[in-house]
T-cell receptor
């Protein structure tokens, strides 16, 4: 079973700062997901990666398959980015989740 | 599309009662997943179906939990009898496995067992 480690567990930053959240896993995977969970509890898929880099607006996700590591970056952070960000690995057989990173962006 | 639909959104029940959670996946998706989220353990996969067939139920905690998918548009997760430690948020997600592994999550059911 894959072990998924996220860091940091908690992060508080000021509006406008560049944010990086890291995810490491122990076993080779078919895909890595970054999910966002807002205080209301809903879960939204941000990215699915199997290699390289993806960008969507101010969000960038990268993955290094050889090092079994992924990063989620947020540029020009905004208070509305405050949420829990969850890394998950797997594929068609379901997902193994990290514990999540609780991000707070202060105005 | 309405997205993944779950019902009820909130359920409060007494220990020993039967609880049934319901999920309607996105039309056209052929994979369905049930997850549980608690403060202590985070998100965990309970069971997943592919083309209505259970593929992996190794995450189901014990025999008190059962899940069915009688057709492509409906699934249930049943707990009988319920216990206080089953209190959690239960999420259903679906994906169109043939094209992508991206999963779409329902809003979740918050279960409280007293």
């Amino acid at each position: 079973k894959n072990e998924v480690e996220q860091s940091p567990q908690n992060l508080t930053a000021q509006e406008g700062e560049f944010i990086t959240i890291n995810c490491s896993y122990s076993v080779g995977i078919s895909a890595l997901h970054w999910l966002q969970q807002h205080p209301g509890g809903g879960i939204v898929s941000l990215f699915m990666l199997s290699s390289g880099k993806k960008k969507h607006g101010r969000l960038i996700a990268t993955i290094n398959i050889q090092e079994k590591h992924s990063s989620l970056h947020i540029t020009a952070s905004h208070p509305r980015d405050s949420a829990v960000y969850i890394c998950a690995v797997g594929g068609a057989d379901g997902l193994t989740f990290g514990k999540g990173t609780h991000l707070i962006i202060q105005p | 599309d309405a997205g993944v639909i779950q019902s009820p959104r909130h359920e409060v029940t007494e220990m020993g009662q039967e609880v049934t959670l319901r999920c309607k996946p996105i039309s056209g998706h052929n994979s369905l997943f049930w997850y549980r989220q608690t403060m202590m353990r985070g998100l965990e996969l309970l069971i997943y179906f592919n083309n209505n067939v259970p593929i992996d139920d190794s995450g189901m905690p014990e025999d008190r939990f059962s899940a069915k998918m009688p057709n492509a548009s409906f699934s249930t997760l049943k707990i009988q009898p319920s216990e206080p430690r089953d209190s959690a948020v239960y999420f259903c997600a679906s994906s169109f496995n043939g094209h992508s592994y991206e999963q779409y999550f329902g809003p979740g059911t918050r279960l409280t067992v007293t």
